[in-house]
C-alpha cells in the first residue's frame, strides 16, 4: 500500500501590516474625561448662542415683588414689555421663542436677586460675556505672542534678545495696574470711541488679550529655536525659501499643536482674570452682566439676617465647572497631539 501523500506545506506567513495611527479626535475621545468636558463646553457655549430664543425672563427685568425669591420653578406669561425691549436687540430671538415656546416663559428657576431678576437668566447671559471676553482676549494674546515669539526665535541675535528682554520688562509690571490705568485713560475718550463702535467691552477684550501674550511668546521662541536648525528647514533654505515662506509653510504647522493647547489652557485663566475684573467694577458694566458681576452681587448680598445662597452657589458652580472643563479638554489636547504618546 502506498504511503499518504505529504500535506501540503504552510504557506510562510508575510509581515504583518502596521496597525493604523489613530487619528486626533480619536485619541482625544480616549482620555479620560474629554468627552464629559465637551459635553459641558457644547451645553453652555450652544445655551449662551442659543439665549434670546429661550423661554426665560429678561435678565434685566426687575420685579421687586419677587425679590430675594429661592428656586421655586414656575411657567408664567412673558411680560409684554420685556418681549419688546428683546425685539429691540434680537428680533430673529423673538420671532424664534414664540414659534417654539409660545408666549410663556420659565421663571425662578434658580430664585432671584435682590432686585427680582432671574438668576438663571443672568446666568445664561452673562456667558455670552465671560465667554466672548475669554475668546476674543485669548485670540489678541494668540496673534501677539506667535508672531513676537516667531521673530525672536527665527531671527535669534540682538533682535532675539532686545525682543526678550521686552518679554522681562512686561512681566515685571503688574497686570492689574494696567488694565486700571488703560481703562481709566480711556474712559474720558468713551464718547469718541463709541462713535466708531469701540466701548468699554472692547476695551476689556483687547486688553486683557494684550496683556496675556507673554508666556505664550516664550513658548513659540524656545519651540522655533528648537526646530530651526533641523533638517528639514535646512533643506528648505537650500532650495531658495524665503524667511517668510519658512516660517509660514514649514515652522507654524509644526507649533499649532502646542499652541492650540495653550489656548485651551489660557481661555480659563482669561475667564477667571475677567471675572476678577468685574468683582472690583473694573469689568462689565451694568446693565451687562457676567459671571464674574453675579458673583459679586451674591457676595455683597450675604448677611447675618439673610442668608441667600443660591446668588453664590450658581454662579460659583458655574464658573468652576466651565474651568474645569478647559483645563480637562487642555490636558486631554496635549495627550491627544503629543506623538509619543500615540501609542
Not at 63 to 88: G, I, K, V
Not at 222 to 233: E, H, K, N, S
Request: glycine share 10%; aromatic share 8%; no cysteine.
Amino acid at each position: 500500500m502506498s504511503a499518504p501523500a505529504p500535506a501540503p506545506a504552510a504557506k510562510a506567513a508575510g509581515p504583518a501590516a502596521p496597525a493604523a495611527r489613530p487619528g486626533v479626535w480619536a485619541r482625544l475621545r480616549r482620555r479620560k474625561g474629554s468627552s464629559v468636558a465637551l459635553a459641558i463646553l457644547a451645553l453652555v457655549v450652544g445655551g449662551s448662542l442659543l439665549a434670546p430664543i429661550l423661554p426665560l425672563p429678561n435678565y434685566a427685568e426687575m420685579r421687586p415683588s419677587e425679590a430675594s425669591a429661592p428656586p421655586s420653578p414656575a411657567w408664567r406669561d412673558t411680560d409684554p414689555s420685556s418681549l419688546e425691549r428683546l425685539e429691540q436687540e434680537h428680533p430673529w430671538g423673538v420671532a424664534v421663542r414664540s414659534a417654539v415656546f409660545g408666549e410663556g416663559e420659565w421663571a425662578g428657576a434658580l430664585g432671584t436677586d435682590s432686585m427680582g431678576r432671574d438668576v438663571l437668566a443672568r446666568l445664561v447671559w452673562g456667558a455670552r460675556v465671560s465667554l466672548m471676553v475669554g475668546l476674543v482676549a485669548t485670540l489678541v494674546a494668540m496673534f501677539i505672542g506667535t508672531s513676537w515669539g516667531l521673530i525672536a526665535g527665527f531671527v535669534g541675535g540682538r533682535l532675539d534678545a532686545f525682543l526678550m528682554r521686552v518679554v522681562d520688562a512686561l512681566y515685571s509690571v503688574p497686570f492689574l495696574f494696567v488694565v486700571i490705568l488703560v481703562i481709566a485713560v480711556l474712559r474720558d475718550f468713551s464718547s469718541d470711541l463709541r462713535e466708531y463702535g469701540v466701548d468699554r467691552l472692547v476695551i476689556l477684550y483687547v486688553v486683557i488679550g494684550a496683556i496675556s501674550w507673554l508666556t505664550m511668546a516664550r513658548i513659540v521662541r524656545g519651540q522655533v529655536l528648537a526646530l530651526r536648525d533641523r533638517d528639514f528647514v535646512l533643506a528648505t533654505r537650500a532650495l531658495g525659501s524665503g524667511p517668510v515662506r519658512i516660517l509660514t509653510r514649514h515652522l507654524l504647522p509644526n507649533l499649532w499643536g502646542i499652541i492650540v493647547v495653550y489656548l485651551t489652557l489660557t481661555v480659563p485663566r482669561v475667564m477667571l482674570f475677567e471675572a476678577f475684573l468685574s468683582f472690583l467694577g473694573l469689568g462689565v458694566e451694568p446693565p451687562g452682566v457676567s459671571w464674574g458681576i453675579l458673583a459679586s452681587e451674591g457676595l455683597e448680598s450675604l448677611s447675618a439676617v439673610s442668608v441667600t445662597w443660591w446668588l453664590v452657589v450658581f454662579p460659583g458652580l458655574a464658573l468652576v465647572i466651565t474651568l474645569s472643563a478647559l483645563n480637562t479638554l487642555g490636558d486631554a489636547l496635549r495627550d491627544a497631539l503629543d506623538p509619543r504618546l500615540v501609542r
